[in-house]
T-cell receptor
């Protein structure tokens, strides 16, 4: 039972443009949502998070949007930079435990 | 801030031996740490939740006698893979929850760099 899904395995974007990464979930009991960035053979690095009571949270180039009625969240990166190229995981939290999506490989071309 | 370390980063062992992996929160106290496992090209799967001073809570399907977890202090949790077999080869990652951190991103889990275990 995949409760958190990232349906796009990969995304390619030109430098300077917007990157939009999407995530869907099925469990309405999740209370917090997080985005992590990960390089191969490394641990995930925390990027940004949002509480289930909010619909938007912004931190520098990163903005996370939450649509609870659609059980959908997205991460916007503006402007995208080549250094943003990595695997991005969304995660949803319930009772303090995280459930991760499958990840989306983002490639930002110069 | 919020740095989590893991040691070793890579270990190769013979089948039947035990391997211990350490997870440390370097600049904060973590009453709760988590252990994950990641198979190639797959997501992170939670194995167990480790609470300081108490027994770990294991996820369904994870053998607690095989994966021994000890959380002896607020900055250290260890995972011991006992009698390792080739199917235990994987990337093991820990995280620590900084419950004291407030601000815009409270109660976030911060991850260690991971340990690549190869069992021959």
């Amino acid at each position: 039972d995949q409760q958190v899904k990232q349906n796009s395995p990969s995304l390619s974007v030109q430098e300077g443009r917007i990157s939009i990464l999407n995530c869907d979930y099925t469990n309405s009991m999740f209370d917090y949502f997080l985005w992590y960035k990960k390089y191969p053979a490394e641990g995930p690095t925390f990027l940004i998070s949002i509480s289930s009571i909010k619909d938007k949270n912004e931190d520098g180039r990163f903005t996370v949007f939450l649509n609870k009625s659609a059980k959908h969240l997205s991460l916007h990166i503006v402007p995208s930079q080549p250094g943003d190229s990595a695997v991005y995981f969304c995660a949803a939290r319930r009772y303090g435990k995280l459930t991760f999506g499958q990840g989306t490989i983002l490639t930002v071309h110069p | 801030g919020a740095v989590v370390s893991q040691h070793p980063s890579r270990v190769i062992c013979k089948s039947g031996t035990s391997v211990k992996i350490e997870c440390r929160s370097l600049d904060f106290q973590a009453t709760t740490m988590f252990w994950y496992r990641q198979f190639p090209k797959q997501s992170l799967m939670l194995m167990a939740t480790s609470n300081e001073g108490s027994k770990a809570t294991y996820e369904q399907g994870v053998e607690k006698d095989k994966f021994l977890i000890n959380h002896a202090s607020l900055t250290l949790s260890t995972l011991t893979v006992t009698s390792a077999h080739p199917e235990d080869s994987s990337f093991y990652i820990c995280s620590a929850r900084d419950g004291a951190r407030g601000g815009r991103f409270p109660d976030t889990q911060y991850f260690g760099p991971g340990t690549r275990l190869t069992v021959l």
